[in-house]
């Protein structure tokens, strides 16, 4: 955390909700110094206090370290921009319509580049009834295996995980255009366009 950054936030949400430095510490359970030191740069709020802090100014834990608001601006809400974020420590996918500050276990994520397939991660399709039949020729080990397979369009997405010593393999239901993407714990995230 930057102190100048975290400081000014405060400073400026404070003032926007004309708030008094006091005013503020009392609604957190701080004195009035407190406030000032960290409006000053001269200190950071202790951890245990950020989300009461952010609650405050009505913003989140993520908006007042970094100092830049978060706005969801995609209107449309197309699955076919959503983000895709993958914790490094515990496998959680999760997918984001829009701009999002996003954590794990403790640490902030960055959303993942998809990249096309390469030889060792080729992904084939096979129609069977109303579903498709998807296989990766891929390892499965613990150290290395396609965590998920997922298809996205406009308006619907479609997970599936999957996990080591198993196959490399599902079925989906795809209905018109979209993206597939498949995940390798070890080279990152791959797409496809259908």
């Known amino acids: 955390m930057d102190s100048l950054i975290v400081g000014n936030t405060i400073r400026i ?11 503020l510490a009392e609604m957190i359970g701080v004195g009035a110094k407190a406030v000032s030191k960290w409006e000053n740069a001269k200190g950071l709020p202790d951890i245990a206090l950020l989300a009461p802090l952010a609650e405050v100014l009505g913003i989140s834990v993520a908006e007042l370290i970094s100092g830049e608001p978060i706005r969801n601006r995609n209107i449309s809400s197309n699955l076919l921009r959503a983000k895709i974020y993958v914790c490094p420590i515990c496998g959680n996918v999760l997918f984001c319509m829009g701009e999002a500050s996003i954590s794990c276990c403790g640490i902030m994520l960055a959303p993942l580049s998809a990249k096309e397939a390469d030889e060792a991660h080729m992904l084939s399709l096979e129609a069977v009834e109303d579903e498709h039949f998807i296989r990766i020729e891929h390892e499965m080990k613990k150290d290395h295996f396609i965590s998920f397979v997922a298809f996205a369009s406009a308006d619907g997405l479609q997970l599936k995980k999957l996990y080591p010593e198993g196959n490399a393999e599902t079925r989906l239901r795809l209905r018109g255009h979209g993206l597939l993407y498949w995940y390798c714990s070890r080279d990152g995230l791959f797409k496809m366009k259908r």
């Open 13 to 23: 949400l404070r003032k926007r909700k004309g708030m008094t430095q006091a005013m």
